[in-house]
């Protein structure tokens, strides 16, 4: 799945686990990991966005010494290429801090919802899958 059919595996993997996925240099030192799901989650959004097709992505963490080169950045326009790839409308997310809003839209994704929860508020977020150009030069720079 993903940029294996590239003939790079030397360089990038992603390995699909269930439904986890994982960034991991040819030395297999992994760089990050997120989960995409094929449904969003319930709460916080309309009737109308929950019958659009999406993957819905979070639980995304990346290794801060190759924060330069942005692993969050390339696993999160994987999905919304992977998204447009399987005919989906959006690849969603959702965030807990202001500052990931913030770094979450330099990655095209828009603040759609903000909803209080229990115990915090969750930033809900979303982008038009679409087929992201230049994705096999993001994931040679990893």
């Not at 696993?75 to 969603?92: F, G, I, P, S, T």
């Not at 903000?114 to 930033?123: G, I, L």
């Amino acid at each position: 799945m993903g940029p294996a059919d590239d003939g790079r595996r030397d360089q990038v993997i992603f390995t699909c686990r269930q439904l986890m996925h994982l960034a991991e240099e040819g030395s297999g030192q992994i760089i990050g990991c997120t989960t995409v799901q094929e449904h969003t989650p319930p709460w916080g959004w309309t009737g109308k966005e929950l019958s659009e097709p999406a993957h819905y992505l979070y639980t995304s963490v990346t290794d801060p010494a190759y924060r330069e080169k942005k692993p969050g950045t390339v696993m999160a326009l994987w999905a919304v290429n992977r998204a447009a790839q399987e005919e989906k409308a959006w690849a969603r997310r959702g965030c807990h801090f202001p500052e990931l809003v913030k770094y979450n839209e330099t990655q095209g994704f828009n603040l759609v919802h903000e909803v209080q929860r229990t115990h915090t508020k969750v930033y809900l977020m979303g982008r038009r899958a679409d087929f992201i150009t230049d994705l096999e030069e993001r994931f040679r720079a990893l």
